[in-house]
């Protein structure tokens, strides 16, 4: 079956730490997006990218980063620099960012906490 | 800039009818989406609008009204399973896509 995975589904973060937050598609979408979700607040643009080697900000990228180096594959890394880090982050992807009736695929998130 | 407000909390009987109201205002428009969401779980479409009037899926209905800026989403003979919170989600000029805050949804027996 095809989908998005997120791993891990739970992950720590100790003060100063980069951590990764991996996202995965075998949908074969060219279009990838990382939302950041916090309690009573709507979905937040972090990142998206169009096609591979591509990507740009979204609304909060300030203390993130990401890569997008196979069309499978849009890893996000939030830094040390990001202050605030804890919350539910959600990938997803749709086929084309173009089109706009193309709904998104989400993963089923990463919750991120602060050791 | 972009605005979209849906009221935070709702609370329905089982067996019953409610009605999610979302407003936006955006720079461009193309498209608004509803999506439900379990606590802890990805958002799941619901529905797209792009042009003004109603569209049903079975047991959840979505109209628009773009001269007004206004959405709402129509859920029927409602169900325990029902409870979540229901996303209402705008594609702009610039074809991200925005989302308000949700609303929260209890059923109720």
């Known amino acids: 079956d095809g989908g998005i995975t997120q791993s891990p589904k739970y992950l720590f973060r100790k003060e100063g730490q980069n951590v990764t937050l991996s996202c995965e598609q075998n949908l074969n979408h060219d279009a990838m997006y990382w939302y950041r979700q916090d309690p009573g607040q709507g979905l937040r643009l972090i990142y998206y990218s169009q096609i591979v080697n591509d990507f740009q900000k979204g609304d909060i990228a300030e203390g993130y980063s990401v890569s997008r180096e196979k069309k499978e594959s849009f890893p996000l890394t939030v830094t040390s620099a990001q202050k605030n880090p804890t919350a539910f982050y959600l990938c997803?992807?749709?086929?084309?960012?173009?089109?706009?009736?193309?709904?998104?695929?989400f993963g089923s998130g990463t919750q991120l906490s602060v050791l | 800039g972009q605005n979209i407000d849906q009221p935070t909390e709702m609370t329905a009987t089982e067996g019953a009818i409610v009605q999610i109201n979302c407003t936006y205002q955006?720079?461009?428009?193309?498209?608004l989406f509803w999506y439900q969401q379990h606590a802890g779980e990805a958002p799941t479409f619901l529905s797209y609008?792009?042009?003004?009037g109603l569209e049903e899926k079975g047991r959840f209905s979505s109209f628009l009204s773009r001269s007004k800026g206004y959405s709402y989403l129509l859920l029927k003979e409602l169900q325990m399973k029902d409870s979540a919170s229901y996303l209402c989600?705008?594609?702009?000029?610039?074809?991200?896509?925005?989302f308000g805050k949700g609303t929260s949804l209890l059923v109720t027996p």
């Open positions: 955006t720079s461009g428009f193309n498209g």
């Open positions: 989600a705008v594609r702009n000029s610039g074809y991200a896509l925005n």
């Open positions: 997803a992807s749709t086929y084309s960012h173009t089109a706009t009736n193309e709904k998104l695929f």
């Open positions: 609008n792009v042009l003004d």
